[in-house]
């Protein structure tokens, strides 16, 4: 997509809001899909399948459904007793909340499709009232226009010359000689070279560091400076990845998708090995059940690809891929629900500042608010409302916790992982080979390694997309 196509979805995003009209899906229709959609093939040698796709995910019902609709019969085998994978639409203090992926937005060339198609709509949160950023001298109230022209004038140096080097982003190889040397720097070696001053630094090293994993070190500058790019090079795009959301839940999008290809869907079923044999695969999950189709789409997050036994092993790629992993492994999210008094207030630390250094409020309830906050310290506990209390109120903001909801997705058996963020190299040394996916019957899919929206809902879907038209031989 082009800079002034960019542009102009952006400048309409307000507008498309609406757009879905009001028969969304309820949530709950999730439940429906608890055991086969149709009459199930059995896969057996003497009646073997189509396709089978491993995780029930984004990426996953996405790739089945294309799949369907060309005709093929297909089984999905999902471990979890839900679908969603790293999505999970549930309740928390009376509201509906997300415990994984959770902002969307209609911009977004593949969620916006999506949202048309099934007539769903998004709703946003209400305005800040004010932004708690670290300054040497400790957190300072800011207006959230004031803290995000601050912030937005660090993340424009510190992405200075993206719109050359992601001139094309949802084709981020596209410019390969530009970007063999910035691949290698992690963005705190771009923060070094800058020679920003402390009071810059500060108001931006918190987010790099939550998202790189723990350290502005892990991660690589141009992961960043992708989203960067896909946000149309400016801290309101930026801003707005973290404002719109399903109005019913993520989980009545992936609902719509199975109800209209109607796979038949398996919950509670691992996969522990497949093997190519050249003529067709073999499927085994944990209870020893063996099925048989001509191609299998693996759909789970890179970093639990290892947690399949293939035959003949994966290529060079996915092996290095899995092993370094690029979901950050010590991931949690936490929802916090707190009195009132506080007002909607972001908080942000600087990096290694507080063991939860960011929050974001998000709805209101009877009793006061609720915050969404995220964590890559090993050391907290984040059921503990003492430790979560103090990590907040070194923000510079003091909750008076109700409650606490939280999720360690790096201790997720399925997901091994939270959100999607590259490390140095990966994008110039993986990518290419893992985006081709050279296997012969075995295809992968997952929003890390999309090429547009990697970490995002919508990089799931597109990774989907590919890995179906991959498996039909259309690419």
């Known amino acids: 997509m ?16 609406k757009a879905g009209g009001a028969a969304a899906l309820a949530a709950s229709a999730a439940t429906t899909l608890a055991g086969p959609a149709h009459a199930a093939e059995d ?19 996405t790739a089945a459904r294309e799949l369907r609709a060309r005709g093929y019969r297909v089984t999905i085998l999902e471990a979890r007793g839900r679908i969603g994978g790293r999505t999970w639409t549930d309740t928390f203090a009376g509201q509906q909340v997300e415990i994984g992926g959770t902002w969307v937005e209609a911009t977004q060339p593949n969620v916006g499709r999506e949202l048309q198609r099934y007539k769903l709509e998004l709703e946003t949160d209400e305005p800040l009232d004010r932004m708690m950023l670290p300054t040497p001298a400790g957190p300072k109230a800011f207006t959230p226009d004031d803290g995000n022209a601050r912030m937005g004038a660090v993340m424009s140096k510190l992405f200075d010359g993206s719109r050359q080097y992601f001139e094309k982003p949802f084709q981020p190889l596209a410019r390969q000689d530009l970007l063999q040397k910035l691949d290698r720097l992690s963005l705190r070696d771009r923060f070094t070279e800058l020679k920003l001053s402390p009071e810059e630094e500060m108001l931006f090293n918190g987010q790099t560091a939550i998202y790189s994993g723990g350290s502005s070190t892990q991660g690589a500058l141009t992961m960043f400076a992708q989203w960067w790019a896909l946000c149309g090079w400016n801290v309101d795009g930026w801003a707005n990845t973290t404002c719109f959301r399903f109005k019913t839940g993520s989980v009545s999008l992936l609902s719509a998708m199975l109800a209209e290809a109607k796979p038949t869907l398996m919950l509670n079923t691992p996969v522990t090995a497949i093997t190519d044999d050249g003529k067709c695969a073999r499927v085994t999950t944990k209870s020893g059940k063996t099925y048989t189709a001509r191609g299998v789409v693996v759909a789970l997050p890179v970093n639990a690809w290892n947690t399949i036994k293939f035959s003949p092993g ?12 690029i979901a950050v492994k010590n ?11 506080q007002g909607r207030v972001y908080g942000q630390a600087a990096e290694g500042g507080s063991p939860i250094p960011l929050i974001i409020p998000n709805k209101k ?19 503990n409302v003492t430790q979560v209390r103090d990590a907040v109120r070194k923000l510079g903001v003091d909750l008076d916790i109700i409650g606490i909801r939280a999720h360690n997705w790096g201790a997720d058996e399925w997901a091994r992982g939270g959100w999607a963020f590259r490390k140095p190299g990966q994008l ?20 890390d390694i999309a090429e547009g929206w990697s970490g995002f809902i919508d990089g799931a879907i597109e990774s989907g997309m590919r890995a179906a038209q991959l498996a039909a031989g259309e690419m």
């Open 331 to 341: 991931a949690v999210k936490l929802w916090i629900h707190a009195k009132g008094g």
């Open 43 to 61: 896969g057996t040698d003497s009646v073997p399948l189509d396709f089978i796709v491993v995780g029930a995910g984004f990426a996953g019902v």
């Open 2 to 17: 082009n800079t002034e196509r960019l542009a102009a979805r952006r400048l309409s995003r307000r507008t498309v809001l």
């Open 365 to 383: 309830t009877a009793e006061g608010q609720l915050y969404i906050g995220f964590s890559v310290d090993p050391a907290l506990d984040p059921n």
């Open 428 to 447: 110039t040394s993986l990518y290419p080979d893992v985006l081709n996916q050279a296997t012969s019957r075995i295809t992968f899919a997952s929003g």
């Open 314 to 325: 994966l290529p060079a790629a996915h092996t290095a891929a899995t092993t370094q992993g």
